[in-house]
């Protein structure tokens, strides 16, 4: 009897360890489960900690919300930063920014991964898009669309910065107000002249839409005299200069609104000139107004012609504007300096 007693004690106690055994196991499989591969992806991948390792792990297994990562985010666990993402290591987001907190890229956004952006560019660093916007959130772009990737606006472009479009406005596929049809920056088709946000001239209803729209300081195609600017466009910006406004031209003048941040900032454009008359002409003079001074800041440097070239009828060059620190005028080298030019090429017929 004692020793039935004795077994059954003994069977128990077995059965006992045997359990203690499996709960042990089960715990350190769950826990390797758990807490070692998070631990490991972040050590490999290099991931930056929130600063609570359970907010990481939590994170990992997608039960914290995305937007919980505030610079650098890997959110598909690729080792990759494809949210709130700091190129330039300055502690701010350069790419695929979620400014509204809500897990998704809402400036600065690279949807092909390519490096570029491609959707709610912030080209001047000021915090809000001006190229290829999508200020509805259809993943569109409606404002300042860049459509062919040369870095000006082709469709919907708000020119004055008020959000609203002032050239070449587009519904349903269609330019319908203030279309600039032959890139001379002047609009040739359903004008809004006033901007009541009524058609004023050329309008598409009227029997006149490819009337020559009417411009008193451009030379009449009809005259033997016509020659000067047909076309300007920003071919290269360096550092985080920007315009204030977009380059204003007319056929022999062209105005300039830049601002350089620092040393290494300078703007290039480049300006398609032709002779589109019957007469041949030559350029007799170039102003830069107010003219380069030794003690300024900003300076502005014509290159691509000079004076005494010549323009057969019919021919076009091209001419390019640089605008740029003068290295001889700055005190310091990171001061924000504004400027605004206007550059006159009178021509002589030949």
């Not at 995305?66 to 700091?86: A, S």
């Not at 898009?129 to 606006?153: E, V």
């Not at 490819?210 to 000067?228: F, I, L, M, R, Y």
């Not at 001889?328 to 504004?338: A, K, S």
């Amino acid at each position: 009897m004692r020793k039935r007693y004795n077994d059954r004690k003994n069977v128990a106690k077995s059965e006992r360890k045997k359990r203690i055994f499996a709960v042990v196991v089960l715990g350190v499989v769950i826990f390797y489960a758990l807490f070692v591969p998070p631990l490991a992806h972040n050590v490999l991948s290099g991931n930056p900690s929130s600063g609570s390792y359970f907010d990481d792990l939590l994170s990992y297994w997608g039960i914290v919300s995305k937007n919980k990562c505030e610079l650098n985010c890997d959110t598909n666990h690729d080792g990759i930063c494809d949210l709130n993402c700091d190129t330039n290591n300055d502690g701010v987001c350069d790419r695929n920014c979620d400014t509204s907190h809500n897990g998704k890229c809402d400036l600065n956004c690279d949807d092909n991964g390519d490096g570029t952006c491609d959707r709610n560019c912030d080209t001047n660093g000021d915090g809000t898009c001006d190229r290829n916007c999508d200020s509805n959130g259809d993943g569109k772009c409606n404002l300042n669309c860049d459509d062919n990737g040369d870095g000006t606006c082709d469709r919907n472009c708000d020119t004055n910065g008020d959000g609203i479009c002032d050239s070449n406005c587009y519904n349903n596929g269609t330019c319908t107000r203030n279309c600039d049809t032959n890139g001379d920056g002047v609009c040739d088709r359903n004008c809004d002249d006033n901007g009541d946000g009524v058609c004023d001239r050329n309008c598409d209803k009227n029997d006149n839409s490819n009337e020559e729209p009417s411009n008193p300081q451009k030379p009449s195609t009809d005259t033997p005299w016509n020659v000067g600017f047909t076309n300007a466009k920003v071919k290269t910006t360096f550092g985080d200069a920007r315009e204030v406004t977009p380059v204003k031209f007319t056929a022999t003048n062209a105005v300039f609104d830049v601002v350089l941040n620092g040393a290494n900032d300078a703007i290039t454009y480049e300006f398609t000139i032709k002779n589109s008359g019957v007469l041949n002409a030559k350029v007799d003079s170039i102003m830069i107004s107010p003219a380069n001074e030794a003690s300024d800041i900003i300076h502005f440097d014509v290159q691509g012609i000079k004076v005494g070239d010549k323009l057969r009828a019919g021919d076009s060059t091209t001419m390019t504007v640089t605008t740029y620190y003068n290295e001889n005028g700055v005190l310091n080298r990171f001061t924000q300096f504004q400027k605004t030019a206007t550059i006159v090429i009178n021509y002589a017929q030949d």
